[in-house]
């Protein structure tokens, strides 16, 4: 069973950090891209930041260009996304997705969510 579970979101204050993790389970991790993706409130879907299966190719929307950071662990299955300098904009649900192409056809496995709100 494919899962992917999302934590470390909760309440920061702007100008504030939090590391949010994703623990991927049922598949071949280290065959699958990792992004991250966000959606605020009353708002649509904005990805954030993705980096291939080798972790070499790391690519950022740029509002979060030099504030967020993200990694993965292949060996813990495991991606992660690092947020400094915290803004009330970043309030959101981060999402991650896995994404390999089979066939000719993308494969995407998502992750419920991990709700982060930026607040003074």
């Known amino acids: 069973q494919v899962q992917l579970v999302e934590s470390g979101g909760g309440l920061a204050q702007p100008g504030g950090s939090l590391r949010l993790s994703c623990a991927a389970s049922?598949?071949?991790?280290?065959?699958?891209?990792m992004s991250w993706a966000r959606q605020a409130p009353g708002k649509g879907l904005e990805w954030v930041a993705g980096?291939?299966?080798?972790?070499?190719?790391?690519y950022y929307t740029d509002s979060v260009k030099g504030r967020f950071t993200i990694s993965r662990d292949n060996a813990l299955n495991t991606v992660y996304l690092q947020m400094n300098s915290l803004t009330l904009k970043d309030t959101a649900r981060y999402s991650c997705?896995?994404?390999?192409?089979?066939?000719?056809?993308?494969?995407?496995?998502w992750g419920q969510g991990t709700l982060v709100t930026v607040s003074p």
């Open positions: 980096l291939y299966s080798d972790g070499n190719d790391i």
């Open positions: 049922g598949f071949t991790f280290s065959h699958y891209a």
């Open positions: 997705k896995a994404t390999r192409i089979s066939g000719g056809m993308p494969v995407s496995y």
